[in-house]
């Protein structure tokens, strides 16, 4: 066998895994049927999805694949359609059978699991006296989106990253790359460190970037990484700022009023904030009412927007200051028709993506144009 051949061999081991790892979460039966597909959907499966009244469905990223017993002889315990008392037995397996234990995730609507995989729960939500949401009961449907490693993800945004001196924030759909780019780059910038100095503080709030179990990442984010693990972001930037004097702050899934606070005492701080946001556009960025107090800090000198789920990694614009200006001036980057005022007057460097001959690259996606989906 050649190193090229026992390379490819032993990646596809690890996305087999991945994917056996995610299984077992659901419980016994379920994981036994789903054992026996084979190694090419097994490897390219993004997330199991179960719904009542369906059968078992796998997101290949391309396409959705129902797995009948019909389709799938080879898997004899595959459910035709699930019932609720099997989609209740997965619940309580991916609970661990202590549903008490994980009221604060559920709440918000999703489980984390094991090996850094997380599971999107839809259910009826259980409101108490002030409003609020106390717990979710009669599940309908979970989706766990597998936690991947991509060696590499990060090689485009690292050029974009390396020619500014402020923070850079990853923008784009749902499950199209965000939390592994931002892996590899924490791997990418802590291996640099080694040599230079410095450290790299993640603020993993949700256990998906270090995926940590008792202390222990499951992932490896490099040798001068710091772990924040479910930490709130505020209170994870204030702790990290004053006690382990990063050189870069990482975190996922940025947006909301608190943490624009918290990201306004960073500006003069000297540490390069690096996040992302669900956007897949900058009107849809602007459209957001934390995300414009979080750009009117001045923290994010580069916006990159990412191609869809099928492209994990690649560039569709990369948006610097001027851009965001020039969009709330024309009045098109708020789709609600509010202008607003002209964000801070700081002029960021324009950095181009990597591949010059992308017809993307340097551009704003518009509200229509967003990538190959």
């Known amino acids: 066998m050649n190193t090229k051949e026992y390379r490819v061999t032993q990646w596809e081991c690890r996305r087999l895994t991945e994917f056996d790892s995610a299984a077992q979460c659901l419980g016994k039966p379920l994981a036994a049927a789903l054992k026996p597909l084979g190694t090419g959907i097994r490897s390219q499966a993004r997330e199991i999805r179960l719904r009542v009244g369906q059968p078992i469905q796998l997101d290949l990223g391309s396409r959705l694949c129902r797995l009948s017993p019909g389709s799938y002889p080879f898997c004899p315990g595959l459910p035709e359609r699930l019932s609720p008392g099997q989609l209740q037995e997965a619940f309580g397996a991916l609970c661990e059978y202590s549903v008490y234990t994980h009221q604060e995730e559920l709440k918000r609507g999703y489980l984390s699991l094991n090996c850094g995989h997380r599971a999107g ?113 505020p209170d994870g930037m204030e702790c990290a700022v004053r006690t382990l004097s990063p050189r870069y702050l990482v975190c996922d899934e940025i947006g909301n009023e608190d ?45 990159v927007f990412l191609k869809g789920r099928d492209h994990i990694g690649e560039i569709q614009a ?55 989906h």
């Open 259 to 303: 943490e624009a606070q918290a990201v306004e005492q960073l500006a003069n701080a000297g540490v390069r904030l690096i996040a992302s946001a669900h956007a897949a556009s900058l009107g849809d960025l602007l459209a957001r009412r934390g995300m414009r107090s979080l750009l009117y800090t001045g923290v994010f000198e580069t916006i």
């Open 121 to 233: 729960i839809a259910g009826t939500a259980v409101y108490g006296a002030q409003g609020e949401i106390k717990s979710v009961r009669d599940i309908t449907s979970v989706s766990i989106r597998i936690s991947r490693e991509f060696p590499g993800a990060s090689k485009n945004i690292l050029p974009v990253l390396r020619r500014s001196r402020g923070g850079l924030l990853l923008a784009g759909e749902p499950a199209c790359g965000k939390t592994t780019i931002l892996r590899d780059l924490c791997c990418q910038l802590s291996q640099e460190l080694l040599v230079c100095g410095g450290s790299v503080c993640v603020i993993d709030e949700r256990g998906e970037i270090a995926c940590a179990n008792s202390g222990v990442p499951y992932h490896d984010l490099g040798p001068c990484c710091d772990i924040l693990n479910a930490y709130h972001k």
């Open 318 to 372: 990369v948006c610097a200051w001027e851009d965001v200006e020039r969009r709330m001036r024309d009045g098109a980057s708020d789709r609600s028709g509010n202008t607003g005022a002209v964000l801070p007057g700081r002029r960021f460097l324009f950095c181009p993506a990597q591949d010059s001959e992308s017809p993307s690259a340097g551009g704003v996606p518009s509200d229509g144009e967003h990538g190959d």
